[in-house]
C-alpha cells in the first residue's frame, strides 16, 4: 500500500523498466498473443502434419498492394501454425517479374516463391526452374485434398497457370475485366450497358461531352505487356482472332486489323487525350472524378472509384460484364497473382514453400485476408467461388454497387479465356513487341496495318528460335 | 646484359652509385605499384571485365526464353543487328537526341553565362539556382517532368499552352512531340553545367584585350564574334566532348519520362539494348546492341578529339 501511494525510487526504476519494455517489445508479445488466440482450429482439421517442416525459413516476393499486405498480416498465424517462418520482401510489379527471372535462372533461391504472372508460366516450365505442383497435390502427407478443396479455386485461373494440363503455379489473387459505366449519365440519355462492342462505342458517342468535361469512355492505353497488351488481347479475341494458325503465332491479318481499329478508334474519338499514356490507376482516378462515362478494366479497380475519401461518383456506378464481339465472344483477362515453387529449394524447403501456397490459398486464409479481415482495406480478388457465394463477402463486394457480384462472377465463370493472350516462354519479347505496336498505331506513328505487320515480322524470328 | 658487366668492369665508383639509385627506384616503383594496386585491380574488376564480358555475351546466343538454343554464333547477333531496322531507328534517335541537347546546351549555357557575367548583383545566388537540377537525380527529374510538368490538362506546362491559346497538348502521347519534350528536359537539367563551365572561362579572360578592342571602336557583336568566341573554344569544345558522351548514354531521364514511347519515337539505343535484354530476355543480342552503342561512342569521343587536337 505504501508503495502504491508514495512510489518509492525503486519501484518507480522498476515499473518504468517494465513499461519502457512494454513499449519496445509490446507490438511483438501483442502479435504473438494475437496469433496464439486466433482460432487455427478451422486449420487443423486438415489431416496433414502442418508442423512438418519446423524451423525452416523461406522468403517469399510480392508486390506492394493491400492484398499481399493483407495476408502479410496474417503470417504471425501461419508461423503458430507451422513453426515456419516467412520473410516477405515487397517488390513493385514493374521489378518482380525481371527480379524473379534473375534469381531463377541463377538458381540463388533467393525467393521460395514470388508472386507470379500466369504468362510467365511456360517460360518457368521450359526451363524447369519452377516445380510442376501436382505431385504436392497429390501427395496425401502434404496436402488434405478435401480440405484444400482445389476444384474449388476458379478454373480459368487453373488454367492460366497451367502448362499442358500441368500445374504450375496456385492463385492466390486475381481479377476480371468488366464494364464500369456512370448510371446516372447513361440513365439520363436513356442508355444500357452495351451487350455489343458496336453498342459500346455508341453509348460512348452519346455520353461524350467534353466542353462539359465529361468523355465518353477510356481503357488502358499506356505502352506495356500488362497495360495496352491487357486489354488488346480481349477484343483480339472478341473479333475472332486465334493468336496460332497452323501451329504458329500469327499477329497480323483481317481480325487483328478490325480490333485494333476498334481500340485505335474510341480512344482517338472519346478517350481524353491523356488516356493514350494512361494504366488503369489513372482511368479509375479520371472516373472518380466524374470525367469519364465508362470504362473496361479489372473489377478490383472497384474500391478506387468508390473510395469514399476521393470518389465524386459513389452510388453512381454500375457495372457489365465485357460488351460482346463480333464473333460473340466475351472476353476478360485471366489475370492472377500465383505462388510457385522454385526448383532450386531443398526438399525441405520446397515442403515448407508448399505448405505456405496451401495456407495461403486455402478457403479459410481467402476469408480472413476478405471480408473477415480486422483492417480497413478488404481484399476482392479471392481465389475460389465458395468465398465468392459467402453471403458476407457478397455484402461486402455489393457495397461497390449494382449487380458487383453477379457481373464479376459471371465474368469469372463465363468469361474467362485461357487462351486470352499467346501462352508461349518468348511472352516477354512479344508481349513488349506488340505493347509497342499498338502504341505506335494509337499515336498515329505508324498505321494499324504497318504496326501490325512490322510486330509479325519482329516476331517470327523469335519464334523461329 | 653483356653490356651491363662490361660497364660495371670499367666505371666501380659510377656502377654503385647507379646502382643503389637503381635499387631505390626500383624500390619506390614496387611501392607505387602496391599503393596503385587496389585501386587499379577494383577498376579492371568493375570496369574492363564487364566491358570484356560483355563482348564475349555478345557472341553469344543467350535467350532466357529458349536456353535449349543458346551457343556460340560467332558474329551472327551482328548480322542481324545490321538488318534490324529498329537498331537503325533508334541510332538515329540517338543521334537526333545527342546533337540537340548538345547544341541547346551550348547556346542556352553561353547566353547565360554572358548574361551572368553583366549582371552586378545576384551573380552568387544566380549560380546556386542554375545549378540546381543538376544534382537532381535523372529518374526523379523524368518523374516531375512527366507528372508535374507535361500532364495533359493538369500538367504546367499544358497549363500555360492552354493559356498562350494553343490548346492542351498531348505532350508525350505525340510521337514528334515527345521527342521534343525528351530534349527539352535533358537541355533543362544539364545546361547549368555546360553554364558553370562556361562562366568560369568567360570570368578568366583578360581584360586588356577588350579594352583594346574599345579603344578601337569595335561593337559589341564584333568583340563577341572576334574575342571571345575564339577565346572560349577550348571550353566549348570540351563541353561538347563531354555533353556528347553523357547524351549518347542518356538513359533514366528517357526511360521514366515515355520509356521510349510512343511505339519507338524516342527510343534510344541505349533504351533498344535495355529492352532486348531484359525486357525480351534476349541477352546476346542485348550485349551486341550495347557494343554498338559503345562503337558509336567510342568513334563520336575520337572524332571530337581529333578536332580538339587539331586546331
Do not use: C
Request: charged residues 20%; glycine residues 6%; hydrophobic residues 45%.
Amino acid at each position: 500500500m505504501k508503495s502504491f501511494n508514495k512510489p518509492t525510487r525503486r519501484t518507480f526504476l522498476k515499473t518504468s523498466t517494465a513499461a519502457a519494455a512494454l513499449i519496445g517489445f509490446g507490438p511483438g508479445i501483442l502479435r504473438h498473443a494475437r496469433a496464439q488466440e486466433a482460432d487455427l482450429g478451422a486449420y487443423k482439421s486438415a489431416k496433414i502434419n502442418w508442423r512438418q517442416a519446423e524451423g525452416e525459413t523461406i522468403t517469399v516476393a510480392v508486390i506492394p498492394a493491400s492484398y499481399f499486405e493483407n495476408l502479410i498480416s496474417l503470417e504471425p498465424q501461419f508461423k503458430a501454425l507451422t513453426g515456419i517462418d516467412v520473410r516477405f520482401e515487397k517488390v513493385p510489379p514493374a521489378q518482380i517479374r525481371q527480379k524473379s527471372v534473375i534469381d531463377l535462372t541463377s538458381k540463388t533461391a533467393t525467393y521460395a516463391t514470388s508472386a507470379t504472372d500466369p504468362m510467365y508460366y511456360s517460360l518457368y516450365a521450359a526451363n524447369k526452374w519452377v516445380d510442376q505442383l501436382d505431385a504436392y497435390l497429390n501427395d496425401a502427407s502434404l496436402t488434405d485434398k478435401n480440405w484444400f478443396n482445389y476444384e474449388d479455386i476458379f478454373a480459368g485461373w487453373r488454367g492460366a497457370n497451367s502448362v499442358d494440363g500441368k500445374l504450375y503455379g496456385m492463385p492466390y489473387d486475381g481479377e476480371v475485366t468488366i464494364q464500369v459505366y456512370r448510371k446516372d449519365l447513361y440513365e439520363a440519355k436513356g442508355l444500357k450497358a452495351a451487350d455489343t462492342l458496336e453498342d459500346y462505342m455508341k453509348n460512348a458517342a452519346a455520353v461524350h461531352a467534353p466542353d462539359s468535361r465529361v468523355w465518353g469512355a477510356a481503357l488502358r492505353g499506356v505502352a506495356g505487356a500488362g497495360q495496352n497488351m491487357y486489354i488488346y488481347p480481349s477484343l483480339f479475341r472478341e473479333f475472332g482472332g486465334e493468336w496460332f494458325k497452323g501451329g504458329k503465332l500469327v499477329v497480323n491479318g483481317p481480325e487483328a486489323e478490325a480490333a485494333l481499329a476498334y481500340y485505335v478508334d474510341l480512344m482517338r474519338k472519346y478517350a481524353p487525350n491523356a488516356a493514350s499514356n494512361w494504366n488503369w490507376p489513372d482511368i479509375a482516378d479520371a472516373f472518380s472524378q466524374g470525367t469519364l462515362g465508362s470504362y473496361i478494366d479489372a473489377h478490383s479497380s472497384a474500391s478506387v472509384v468508390n473510395n469514399p475519401q476521393k470518389s465524386k461518383v459513389i452510388g453512381k456506378v454500375a457495372y457489365a460484364r465485357w460488351p460482346k464481339g463480333p464473333s460473340g465472344k466475351r472476353v476478360s483477362s485471366i489475370w492472377n497473382w500465383g505462388f510457385p515453387i522454385n526448383a532450386a529449394l531443398s526438399e525441405k524447403k520446397k515442403k515448407a514453400t508448399w505448405l505456405f501456397i496451401q495456407w495461403a490459398a486455402s478457403a479459410e486464409t481467402q476469408a480472413r485476408t476478405a471480408h473477415k479481415f480486422a483492417g480497413p482495406t478488404k481484399r476482392s480478388g479471392a481465389n475460389r467461388a465458395s468465398v465468392w457465394k459467402d453471403p458476407e463477402y457478397v455484402k461486402l463486394l455489393n457495397g461497390f454497387g449494382d449487380e458487383f457480384v453477379k457481373v464479376s462472377m459471371e465474368a469469372l465463370q463465363n468469361d474467362t479465356d485461357v487462351d486470352w493472350r499467346p501462352r508461349v516462354p518468348q511472352w516477354p519479347a512479344i508481349g513488349d513487341t506488340m505493347a509497342t505496336a499498338i502504341q505506335s498505331a494509337l499515336s498515329g506513328q505508324s498505321s494499324i496495318k504497318a504496326a501490325l505487320d512490322d510486330a509479325q515480322k519482329r516476331i517470327e524470328p523469335m519464334m523461329r528460335g | 646484359m653483356a653490356s651491363a658487366g662490361n660497364t660495371a668492369a670499367t666505371d666501380v665508383a659510377g656502377v654503385a652509385y647507379s646502382d643503389f639509385g637503381h635499387v631505390l627506384a626500383q624500390r619506390e616503383r614496387r611501392f607505387a605499384t602496391l599503393l596503385l594496386a587496389p585501386a587499379f585491380l577494383a577498376l579492371l574488376a568493375t570496369t574492363t571485365f564487364p566491358l570484356l564480358f560483355l563482348i564475349y555475351t555478345s557472341a553469344y546466343r543467350m535467350d532466357l526464353s529458349m536456353p535449349f538454343l543458346n551457343g556460340f554464333v560467332g558474329l551472327e547477333n551482328y548480322k542481324v543487328l545490321l538488318s534490324d531496322d529498329r537498331f537503325w531507328h533508334s541510332l538515329v534517335v540517338s543521334l537526333v537526341y545527342t546533337i540537340s541537347t548538345v547544341i541547346l546546351q551550348v547556346i542556352v549555357g553561353l547566353a547565360l553565362a554572358l548574361f551572368v557575367m553583366n549582371m552586378k548583383r545576384g551573380q552568387g545566388w544566380f549560380r546556386v539556382i542554375a545549378i540546381l537540377p543538376v544534382v537532381l537525380s535523372p529518374a526523379v527529374v523524368g518523374m516531375i517532368w512527366r507528372t508535374f510538368m507535361l500532364a495533359p490538362e493538369f500538367g504546367i506546362i499544358d497549363y500555360l499552352a492552354i493559356s498562350a491559346g494553343l490548346g492542351s497538348k498531348n505532350w508525350l502521347g505525340d510521337p514528334f512531340l515527345a521527342m521534343v519534350s525528351v530534349v527539352v528536359i535533358h537541355t533543362w537539367q544539364w545546361t547549368p553545367f555546360a553554364f558553370m563551365v562556361l562562366l568560369a572561362s568567360l570570368a578568366s579572360l583578360p581584360e586588356d584585350i577588350y579594352e583594346a578592342a574599345r579603344i578601337d571602336r569595335a561593337s559589341a557583336w564584333q568583340r563577341f564574334r572576334r574575342i571571345t568566341l575564339p577565346l572560349l573554344r577550348p571550353a566549348i569544345v570540351m563541353v561538347i566532348i563531354m555533353r556528347t558522351m553523357v547524351a549518347l548514354t542518356a538513359f533514366a531521364a528517357i526511360f521514366t519520362v515515355t520509356g521510349g514511347g510512343p511505339g519507338t519515337a524516342t527510343e534510344i539505343l541505349n533504351l533498344y539494348a535495355y529492352r532486348k535484354s531484359f525486357t525480351e530476355l534476349s541477352i546476346g543480342y542485348g550485349s551486341a546492341l550495347a557494343v554498338a552503342l559503345l562503337i558509336v561512342t567510342v568513334i563520336i569521343s575520337a572524332i571530337l578529339f581529333a578536332i580538339r587536337r587539331g586546331k
